[in-house]
């Protein structure tokens, strides 16, 4: 059988979370909520969206323009946001890894140390960046390869 997942894109966790954001929404308890209203539940589950965003997301989730979207709609966009969302991720870790001197095709690796400067100076961020990069850094080379630096990024949210 096809697991959750499959079908919706959102792991369990997710779907609830979805689920909380909904009801909250739909007072009534009809399956649904006002179109307008999903702006609102989209930046209450954390969600960063355009204006326009918005709208092709209303638009697509109501599709009769009845201004309303029900439940189902409502998990679709959520999963779509997702699915966008990890597509830019990706892009935007390779940017990152190219511009600390890997290749654009995912090749090549870039240095611990000047990775561990750019971490604590330039973003002044708080994790323990040379633990991280202990753990990661199987080989011990001091070299950072792609899979390394999407992992350390992935461990850091």
Do not use: H
């Given at each position: 059988?096809?697991?959750?997942?499959?079908?919706?894109?959102?792991?369990?966790?997710?779907?609830?979370?979805?689920?909380?954001?909904?009801?909250a929404f739909d007072k009534d308890s009809s399956g649904e909520i006002d179109a307008?209203?999903?702006?609102?539940?989209?930046?209450?589950?954390?969600?960063?969206?355009?204006?326009?965003?918005?709208?092709?997301?209303?638009?697509?989730?109501?599709?009769?323009?009845t201004g309303l979207i029900k439940y189902d709609q409502f998990k679709k966009v959520?999963?779509?946001?997702?699915?966008?969302?990890?597509?830019?991720?990706?892009?935007?870790?390779?940017?990152?890894?190219?511009?600390?001197?890997?290749?654009?095709?995912?090749?090549?690796?870039?240095?611990?140390?000047?990775?561990?400067?750019?971490?604590?100076?330039?973003?002044?961020?708080?994790?323990?960046?040379?633990?991280?990069?202990?753990?990661?850094?199987?080989?011990?080379?001091?070299?950072?390869?792609?899979?390394?630096?999407?992992?350390?990024?992935?461990?850091?949210?």
């Amino acid at each position: 059988a096809m697991s959750n997942e499959e079908e919706t894109g959102l792991t369990k966790e997710e779907e609830a979370k979805c689920w909380e954001a909904f009801s909250a929404f739909d007072k009534d308890s009809s399956g649904e909520i006002d179109a307008n209203e999903l702006r609102v539940v989209l930046e209450m589950m954390g969600q960063k969206t355009t204006e326009e965003e918005i709208f092709r997301m209303i638009s697509e989730a109501d599709a009769e323009n009845t201004g309303l979207i029900k439940y189902d709609q409502f998990k679709k966009v959520i999963a779509e946001q997702k699915k966008t969302q990890s597509l830019t991720n990706e892009e935007d870790t390779l940017d990152a890894f190219v511009s600390l001197g890997g290749e654009p095709n995912g090749e090549g690796s870039i240095d611990a140390k000047r990775l561990i400067q750019i971490i604590k100076y330039d973003f002044e961020m708080t994790i323990d960046i040379e633990k991280l990069i202990e753990d990661i850094d199987e080989d011990g080379s001091g070299e950072i390869e792609y899979d390394e630096f999407r992992n350390l990024l992935s461990s850091s949210d």
